[in-house]
């Protein structure tokens, strides 16, 4: 991203959450009312127009992607406070909202890290929406600090390190160089005892490496924004490079997978692109490599 500037694809992220409510009522899995305000300032108040656009097949993708892959996450985190979790770190938070719509996080220590330039927008744009989230922010300029500073810092901001954490790592490890990936994988693995998960999205690697026509011209998009695609795995390794930092694989499925699982049958469908994935991990004791 730019340096000066909040993250785009965070906000239009963002704004998908929000515009979700122009879905029929069985595929809204995960309304967000913040989401659209971190965008263009008419964008909020123009939703009840986006109604026609709602029926048009590469916007009806959009947003059901991104209700799907909101959901998973969420469903594995509530997974975690049940059985009696009350930590959550957002790694890269950009304009996540959990800290507000979800109920089940109440009482919960909640930190979310992420660069100046969007979190300072974020915090600014629900001061006007009168909206007080419960989050502790922890600002993070990830191209000048070096991450294994990080799990002390984190400790300062009111992590407790001797009790289990969900991390959530979501629509960022497409964005970092391998080496940026490693750092940030032993810096959870860091701040992760017994009982911590880390719930991540990713790209498969031919995602990035052979892309369709349609997946260049996004690519292409989101470059332009200072926020190009550079890393994925290929799911059949992605069990041995998390054991090697520490982690071992509990789950991992395309978004087309949890689609089917999500939505109705026709819904589901559209979101059929495999390179899309959701994976669960957990701290392990043995397999960190030096």
Same mark, same amino acid.
């Given at each position: 991203?730019?340096?000066?500037?909040?993250?785009?694809?965070?906000?239009?992220?963002?704004?998908?959450?929000?515009?979700?409510?122009?879905?029929?009522?069985?595929?809204?899995?995960?309304?967000?009312?913040?989401?659209?305000?971190?965008?263009?300032?008419?964008?909020?108040?123009?939703?009840?127009?986006?109604?026609?656009?709602?029926?048009?097949?590469?916007?009806?993708?959009?947003?059901?992607?991104?209700?799907?892959?909101?959901?998973?996450?969420?469903?594995?985190?509530?997974?975690?406070?049940?059985?009696?979790?009350?930590?959550?770190?957002?790694?890269?938070?950009?304009?996540?909202?959990?800290?507000?719509?979800?109920?089940?996080?109440?009482?919960?220590?909640?930190?979310?890290?992420?660069?100046?330039?969007?979190?300072?927008?974020?915090?600014?744009?629900?001061?006007?929406?009168?909206?007080?989230?419960?989050?502790?922010?922890?600002?993070?300029?990830?191209?000048?600090?070096?991450?294994?500073?990080?799990?002390?810092?984190?400790?300062?901001?009111?992590?407790?390190?001797?009790?289990?954490?969900?991390?959530?790592?979501?629509?960022?490890?497409?964005?970092?160089?391998? /080496?940026?990936?490693? &750092?940030? $994988?032993? *810096?959870?693995? #860091?701040?992760?005892?017994?009982?911590?998960? !880390? +719930?991540?999205?990713?790209?498969?690697?031919?995602?990035?490496?052979?892309?369709?026509?349609?997946?260049?011209?996004?690519?292409?998009?989101?470059?332009?924004?200072?926020?190009?695609?550079?890393?994925?795995?290929?799911?059949?390794?992605?069990?041995?490079?998390?054991?090697?930092?520490?982690?071992?694989?509990?789950?991992?499925?395309?978004?087309?997978?949890?689609?089917? /699982?999500?939505?109705? &049958?026709? $819904?589901? *469908?559209?979101? #059929?692109?495999?390179?899309?994935?959701?994976? !669960? +991990?957990?701290?392990?004791?043995?397999?960190?490599?030096?």
């Amino acid at each position: 991203m730019r340096e000066d500037a909040p993250s785009r694809t965070a906000a239009w992220v963002a704004a998908a959450r929000q515009m979700a409510q122009l879905l029929p009522p069985e595929a809204q899995l995960a309304p967000d009312p913040y989401g659209a305000a971190f965008s263009y300032p008419r964008l909020r108040a123009r939703l009840d127009h986006l109604r026609l656009l709602a029926g048009t097949r590469a916007f009806k993708q959009w947003i059901l992607y991104m209700q799907v892959r909101t959901r998973v996450i969420d469903d594995a985190l509530r997974v975690f406070v049940a059985g009696g979790g009350r930590q959550v770190v957002l790694l890269g938070a950009g304009y996540d909202t959990r800290a507000l719509r979800l109920p089940e996080l109440a009482g919960a220590t909640v930190l979310e890290v992420d660069h100046p330039a969007t979190q300072g927008h974020k915090r600014g744009v629900l001061a006007q929406l009168g909206a007080e989230s419960p989050s502790r922010y922890v600002t993070w300029d990830f191209e000048s600090r070096a991450m294994d500073d990080l799990p002390d810092v984190l400790e300062e901001a009111g992590l407790d390190r001797a009790q289990s954490v969900f991390t959530i790592w979501e629509g960022v490890t497409m964005y970092l160089t391998e /080496a940026a990936i490693d &750092a940030s $994988l032993r *810096a959870i693995r #860091a701040w992760s005892p017994a009982g911590s998960k !880390l +719930a991540m999205t990713y790209f498969a690697k031919d995602r990035i490496t052979e892309p369709t026509l349609a997946t260049r011209m996004i690519k292409a998009v989101v470059a332009t924004f200072g926020e190009p695609w550079r890393f994925g795995w290929d799911p059949k390794d992605l069990p041995a490079y998390l054991a090697a930092r520490g982690f071992k694989l509990e789950r991992d499925l395309s978004m087309a997978e949890a689609a089917r /699982a999500l939505l109705p &049958a026709d $819904l589901a *469908a559209l979101v #059929a692109k495999e390179g899309r994935r959701f994976s !669960l +991990a957990a701290p392990e004791a043995i397999g960190l490599a030096s």
